[in-house]
């Protein structure tokens, strides 16, 4: 079995993302793989253990830009970057990607024989804080001091105290996590 995190592979109807890989070996040279999957097409991940000699379907999703234009009544709309042809998503479709997508986000949509699949969001983005306390005397750049903010795309979170109101800040879209302020 070849496949590492980040791989796409079809199990009977499914169409799984391996999150997680473990190999584990056991007595008389028996090697099996413990794989945690997410199901793309109704998003639910579940653990799976396979023998190592298991043969699996991987395969290749389409990938393709698309620069998100806007969100109506929980409807997102994006414009592919080579034909301006435009789609509707839905947060459904999305999922926790809408917590970090302002216009003019390039994304690469990714389908499978025509199907939608998901958004792959690019690792970093930037947003706008929008609501946060002032900084007080004290709170130093260090980071031992955090506070709630509220950022442009309605995301809260916790970001050290230093961070003002108006400020940009880098979000790592894979953990949600603050990284730095822009510059």
Do not use: W
């Not at 994006?78 to 999305?94: H, K």
């Not at 690019?122 to 004290?138: F, N, S």
């Amino acid at each position: 079995m070849q496949c590492r995190v980040g791989t796409v592979v079809k199990i009977g109807g499914d169409i799984l993302l391996v999150l997680k890989f473990e190999l584990h070996r056991g007595g008389r040279g028996a090697t099996n793989i413990k794989l945690r999957l997410k199901n793309l097409l109704q998003g639910n991940s579940v653990d799976k253990m396979f023998d190592s000699e298991e043969k699996m379907e991987d395969i290749t999703l389409e990938r393709v830009k698309f620069e998100f234009l806007y969100e109506s009544a929980g409807s997102y709309a994006f414009m592919n970057q080579d034909t301006f042809e435009q789609i509707e998503l839905t947060v459904d479709d999305i999922g926790d990607a809408v917590n970090y997508m302002t216009e003019g986000l390039i994304v690469d949509i990714q389908s499978y024989e025509g199907r939608f699949i998901g958004a792959m969001l690019p690792q970093r983005v930037k947003l706008k804080v929008i609501e946060a306390d002032p900084a007080v005397a004290g709170n130093t750049a260090d980071g031992k001091v955090d506070k709630l903010v509220k950022l442009e795309t309605g995301l809260e979170m916790r970001v050290p105290g230093f961070v003002n109101n108006g400020e940009y800040l880098i979000i790592n879209t894979e953990t949600g996590e603050y990284q730095e302020r822009a510059k």
